[in-house]
């Protein structure tokens, strides 16, 4: 008993604070990784590039677009004989949010001074539910968290190796891999360079080594990618999210992205602005304050110029500079008197810190997260479709469909909607169907008007009748 009494009494109580907050964070991305939702649009979208594809250079199919290396090590894992495919492919994403907590761990702890800004920046950044989202999604955003923040943090690394060559040329063809496993690398590569020529500009030439595979990698990255930002699709659909020419919805779009991280957008969108200045002010030689702000500043001139859009799960990367610079501002409080001092710092930390960790429990912990659940319409089909009966499928929904039909056991005629440019046209299509057949109208992707539309119309069908979950997963079955 004497012996457990000493040792709780010496033992570090600010690392037992980091180890449980990086512990909580792992256990909040196995756990909703082990949920094993459905695929959701983009994931069965992507999914289909894996099997249907092994170019992955080219352009992929279904509006999507993913880095190369993460394609070819995702098709990789695909075709292990395995029956949980959700399960492998989703494995690069969890493991890549797990050895994030520990990256930024490291970088927080060369930004900050004080013990109390650290662990709030780790247990922000361990339970914020979009990071919990993107580790248990087959999609790259995870993947390029990692990379950004060890490129990043790999700025110290290489500052003790100029005189090794070898060990420059290594880090030089690694940074190159992490090029073809995220795109958003190249933000992290450039803001390394930028700091190392700031702060240590007379030995730049010595890193040579470094820089050319770099810049012949950066080349052939280019032209394989360059039709990124000339495609029409893409820039449709995020042009909301590049910034105007008079930048007058800039502040709309960093609320947009801020709140993606707090709950509490407009008090955390005020501390980030102050934190921020205060760092330019008053830390204007920190080197970590560099490699932050520069990524943020070439993300928003890429959103000016129209080629990179500055929106939540696209920028999933700068998550951690937003809780960084954020917090920063505990680092300046500094009151004589030190209860005034406590008050404030549980006060910022409260405001910060509270909504994050109730949003992960929530949706993680009480299993309320948004899914899209097109299995559970299939499985109801199966039970209840008879002879001659006829699958509608909305364009919305046909990639999911496409994806998972295996589970239709029965041999059922599917018809496939024709993408539509108005509201009208989905009711004029369901007017075209052929009579006196049942049909069952399956949609996974609410879209409220369109589908109040089509359930006032098949209510004045035949033999009306409607499945709908909580999350709004749709089937409308109705005799025409």
Request: glycine letters at 2%; a positive charge; charged letters at 15%.
């Amino acid at each position: 008993m004497e012996n457990i009494k000493s040792f709780v009494k010496n033992i570090d109580k600010y690392k037992l604070l980091i180890f449980i907050c990086i512990a909580s964070g792992i256990f909040l991305r196995i756990l909703f990784f082990s949920y094993n939702r459905p695929f959701w649009l983009d994931e069965c979208s992507l999914v289909l590039n894996i099997i249907e594809r092994n170019n992955y250079f080219i352009p992929l199919k279904y509006e999507q677009a993913a880095p190369q290396l993460f394609m070819y090590v995702s098709k990789l894992l695909y075709i292990i004989p395995f029956s949980g495919k959700e399960y492998l492919l989703r494995i690069i994403p969890l493991v890549s949010s797990v050895l994030s907590i520990g990256v930024f761990y490291l970088l927080a702890d060369k930004f900050f001074v004080k013990k109390i800004t650290k662990f709030t920046a780790v247990l922000i950044f361990s339970t914020c539910y979009p990071l919990c989202i993107y580790a248990q999604q087959f999609k790259q955003y995870s993947s390029d968290l990692f990379c950004f923040l060890l490129i990043l943090f790999s700025y110290f690394y290489l500052k003790n190796i100029l005189d090794n060559k070898k060990k420059l040329l290594i880090l030089g063809l690694t940074y190159s891999i992490l090029m073809w496993m995220s795109f958003t690398s190249v933000f992290a590569i450039f803001s390394v360079l930028i700091v190392l020529f700031i702060f240590n500009r007379k030995i730049c030439n010595k890193i040579y080594c470094t820089l050319v595979p770099v810049a012949v990698n950066f080349i052939l990255y280019y032209l394989a990618n360059k039709s990124l930002n000339s495609d029409e699709y893409l820039h449709q659909y995020w042009q909301n999210y590049f910034i105007s020419a008079n930048f007058s919805n800039f502040y709309s779009i960093f609320i947009h992205n801020i709140s993606f991280v707090f709950s509490n957008k407009i008090i955390a969108g005020s501390i980030f602005i102050i934190s921020t200045i205060f760092t330019a002010i008053k830390n204007k030689q920190n080197e970590v304050f560099y490699l932050l702000i520069i990524p943020f500043i070439i993300e928003c001139i890429l959103s000016y110029c129209h080629i990179y859009p500055f929106s939540r799960r696209l920028i999933l990367f700068l998550v951690p500079i937003f809780i960084l610079l954020t917090v920063k501002i505990l680092d300046f409080i500094n009151i004589k008197n030190k209860y005034a001092n406590y008050i404030l710092y549980a006060a910022i930390i409260t405001a910060l810190s509270i909504p994050v960790i109730n949003n992960s429990y929530k949706n993680i912990i009480l299993k309320n997260y948004y899914r899209e659940n097109l299995p559970i319409l299939l499985e109801k089909i199966n039970f209840l479709a008879k002879p001659n009966d006829v699958i509608y499928i909305p364009y919305s929904s046909y990639k999911q469909y496409k994806y998972y039909n295996y589970l239709l056991k029965k041999n059922i005629p599917v018809i496939f909607e024709e993408k539509v440019n108005s509201i009208d046209e989905y009711i004029d299509n369901l007017h075209n169907l052929k009579e006196n057949t049942t049909y069952y109208w399956v949609n996974s992707q609410f879209s409220p008007e369109r589908d109040n539309l089509v359930v006032q119309w098949a209510k004045k069908q035949k033999n009306y009748s409607i499945y709908q979950d909580k999350y709004l997963n749709t089937l409308i079955i109705f005799t025409k």
